[in-house]
C-alpha cells in the first residue's frame, strides 16, 4: 500500500476528509442536488423513508410516494359497529424512539391505556392466569419457573441496551450498507450469532430450562410472530421485548402517522402500482453521462413511467409481496429474493366467547383476562385471542367480562372454518378477515439478507425485516436509507459502514 492512500484512510478514519470538502465545496453542492426521488410503498417505511429524506436532501427535490393499495400497509383498521381497530401491526415499544418522535413531531397523541390481563392456554385449559396484583403474578412465576422470568428480563434489557446505540449512530449520521454490518455495529459478533441460532438454541444455552420456554417463551413468539421458539435469536429478543410493559398505540390507528408523514414531508402520493424499473443511461451538458432510473407504473389512468435519481424500494421482494422487475440492472436484480412470508390471519368477531372453550369452569361476568397465548401443541389452531379495544378509547370507557358480546382479536395461520369459529365462540354478529403475509419465515441459520443497497442509487429498506419485522424496525431502516441516500450522492464515504462507533462515540458526548 502506498504512503499516500495510508494518509487517505487515516484521514477518511478520522472523519477529516468528509468535514474538509464539505466546508469547501457547499456551493457546488447545491447545484448537484438529485432533482426527483421515488419512494415505492406507502406502509410505515416508506412514509418515514419520505420523512427522513426531506430531512436530508431539503426542499429543491421533488419526492415522489407510490402506492399500489392503501396507505399504512400492514398498519391498518377495520369498522366494526361504531368503532375502528387495528388488524395488523398495533402495539410500539415504549423505547421506539423514532416512533414517538414521529407523533410529537406530527401531534397526534397516544391511545389512552386500558387495563390488560394475560393467560396462557394449551389448547384443553388456562394453564396460567395473571392475577391484578403484580405480587401474586411475581410469586407463582417464581414457584413455576425459578429464575427463569428474571433472567428473561435482564437478558432482553442487556440487547435492548445496545439496541438503542442505533439511535445515538443516527443521530451523528452514521449509516450502514447492509442489515449484518447494522447488527455488527449495534452489538459485534454476538448479535450475528443470534441471526444464527434459534431462539430456542440460544436461550437454552444461556441456562433457561426447556419447561419455561415452552410454556412461556413459545406463547409470546406464537403471538408476535405466528411461529416457535425455532425462529432466531434476534427476533426472538425483539418478540420477549413485546411482551414488556408500557406498549403504546397510537390514539385513533397506527397508520394515521403514515398519512401524517406523507403530508409532513410534502411528497405527492401516487396511487399506482410500480411494475418495473429499469436504469436509462443518458448524455448529459457536460458531454459525460449520467444515469436514471425510469419507474413503469400502473394507476388509475393506465400505464406511464418517470425518471427519477434516486429509487426507494420500501416493501417486501418477496414472493406475494409486491411484483416488480428490474431491467437494465448487472448483476442483475432478482423480482423475489430467497425466503417467504409467514402467513398470520387476522380474525375480528363480535361475538361471545364460549368458556367451555377454554376449559374453564369460571363464570364469565367475572372473566377479565384481555390476552389469551397459546402454546404450541397439536390441539391449537388459534395463535392467541385477545380481547380489543378501539383505536379511539371513549370517555368512561371499561372492558366489559367475557359475559359481554365484544370485539375479540383471532390470529391463527389458517382462515378459521366455521365450526372452529363456533368452538371458540357462542355467538357472533359479524366476523372481519384480513390475510396478511406478516412477516418473514424466520428459519435459522440465517443466509446473506438482502442488500439495502442494489444498484448506486437504488435503495431497499424491507431487508430489515429479515433480523426483525416490526414498525420501529422499518421506521429505523428508513432513515438509514435516507442516509445512505444522502452521503453517497455527495460521496461523504466516510459515513458509511465504520467500525468501532460505540467507542469513538463515546468520547464526543
Ligand atoms: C398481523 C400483524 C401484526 C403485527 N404486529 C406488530 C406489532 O404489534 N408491533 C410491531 O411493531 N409490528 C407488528 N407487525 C409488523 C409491522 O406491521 C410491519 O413490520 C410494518 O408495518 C412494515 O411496514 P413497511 O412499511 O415496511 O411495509 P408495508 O406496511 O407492507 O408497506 C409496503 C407498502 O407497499 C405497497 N406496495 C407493495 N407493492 C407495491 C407496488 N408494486 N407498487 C406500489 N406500492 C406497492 C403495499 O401496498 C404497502 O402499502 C405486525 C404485522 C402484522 C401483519
Ligand atoms: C452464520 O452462519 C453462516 C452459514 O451457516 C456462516 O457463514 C457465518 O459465518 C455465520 N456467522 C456467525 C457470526 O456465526
Ligand atoms: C363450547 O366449547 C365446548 C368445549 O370445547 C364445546 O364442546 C361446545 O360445542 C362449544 N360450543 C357451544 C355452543 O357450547
Excluded at 58 to 76: H, N, P, Q, W, Y
Excluded at 113 to 137: H, Q, R
Excluded at 139 to 144: C, G, T, V
Excluded at 462 to 484: D, K, Q
Aim: glycine share 8%.
Amino acid at each position: 500500500m502506498s504512503p499516500q492512500s495510508l494518509s487517505l484512510r487515516a484521514l477518511l478514519f478520522l472523519g477529516l476528509w468528509h468535514t474538509g470538502r464539505r466546508g469547501l465545496s457547499s456551493a457546488s453542492e447545491l447545484q448537484h442536488q438529485p432533482k426527483k426521488i421515488a419512494v415505492v410503498g406507502a406502509g410505515i417505511g416508506g412514509t418515514a423513508a419520505a420523512y427522513y429524506l426531506r430531512q436530508e436532501f431539503g426542499a429543491g427535490v421533488k419526492i415522489d410516494v407510490f402506492e399500489s393499495d392503501t396507505v399504512g400497509g400492514r398498519l391498518a383498521t377495520v369498522k366494526i359497529g361504531d368503532h375502528e381497530y387495528e388488524t395488523g401491526g398495533s402495539m410500539i415499544h415504549p423505547l421506539n424512539l423514532h416512533m414517538k418522535h414521529f407523533i410529537e413531531k406530527l401531534g397526534i397523541p397516544v391511545r389512552k391505556d386500558v387495563d390488560s390481563k394475560m393467560a396462557i392456554f394449551d389448547g384443553k385449559e388456562l394453564m396460567f392466569e395473571e392475577s391484578e396484583w403484580f405480587i401474586v403474578n411475581f410469586i407463582r412465576m417464581l414457584w413455576q419457573y425459578g429464575f427463569n422470568f428474571i433472567r428473561m428480563q435482564m437478558w432482553v434489557e442487556s440487547i435492548l441496551d445496545k439496541f438503542m446505540r442505533i439511535y445515538q449512530y443516527q443521530q451523528y449520521g452514521y449509516s450502514f450498507s447492509n442489515v449484518e454490518r447494522l447488527l455488527h455495529a449495534i452489538g459485534g459478533n454476538s448479535f450475528l450469532t443470534l441471526m444464527n441460532q434459534t431462539l430456542e438454541e440460544t436461550m437454552i444455552g444461556e441456562g433457561f430450562s426447556q419447561v419455561f420456554l415452552n410454556e412461556i417463551v413459545a406463547p409470546i413468539t406464537r403471538v408476535n410472530y405466528g411461529q416457535s421458539v425455532r425462529i432466531h435469536g434476534f427476533v426472538g429478543a425483539v418478540s420477549l421485548a413485546g411482551a414488556d410493559s408500557g406498549l403504546w398505540a397510537v390514539e385513533g390507528g397506527n397508520k394515521r402517522v403514515c398519512s401524517g408523514l406523507l403530508y409532513h414531508s410534502k411528497s405527492e402520493l401516487i396511487p399506482a402500482k410500480v411494475t418495473s424499473i429499469a436504469v436509462k443511461v443518458r448524455p448529459s451538458k457536460t458531454g459525460a453521462t449520467s444515469s436514471f432510473y425510469e419507474v413503469n407504473y400502473y394507476g388509475e389512468s393506465g400505464s406511464a413511467h418517470s425518471l427519477y435519481d434516486i429509487v426507494v424500494i420500501a416493501t417486501p421482494l418477496h414472493q406475494g409481496k409486491s411484483d416488480i422487475t428490474f431491467s437494465g440492472f448487472s448483476p442483475p436484480i432478482p423480482s423475489n429474493y430467497p425466503g417467504r412470508y409467514h402467513q398470520t390471519v387476522t380474525t375480528l368477531v363480535h361475538g361471545l366467547l364460549n368458556m367451555s372453550y377454554l376449559g374453564t369452569t369460571q363464570p364469565a361476568s367475572e372473566f377479565t383476562v384481555s390476552d389469551i397465548l397459546t402454546t404450541d401443541s397439536k390441539d391449537a389452531f388459534i395463535n392467541s385471542l385477545s380481547s380489543i379495544n378501539p383505536v379511539h378509547i371513549p370517555k368512561g370507557y371499561k372492558q366489559p367480562p367475557a359475559s359481554h358480546t365484544k370485539v375479540w382479536k383471532v390470529f391463527s395461520q389458517q382462515p378459521l372454518s366455521q365450526e372452529q369459529l363456533q368452538k371458540i365462540f357462542l355467538s357472533w354478529d359479524s366476523v372481519s378477515e384480513s390475510r396478511w403475509l406478516a412477516y418473514p419465515a424466520y428459519r435459522p441459520p440465517h443466509r446473506n439478507t438482502p442488500p439495502f443497497i442494489l444498484h448506486d442509487r437504488l435503495y431497499y429498506l424491507n431487508a430489515v425485516e429479515w433480523a426483525a419485522s416490526a414498525i420501529e424496525m422499518s421506521s429505523i431502516s428508513a432513515r438509514n436509507v435516507a442516509l445512505l441516500a444522502h452521503h453517497r450522492w455527495h460521496g461523504q464515504i466516510a459515513k458509511i459502514d465504520q467500525e468501532d462507533l460505540h467507542t469513538r462515540l463515546r468520547g464526543e458526548l
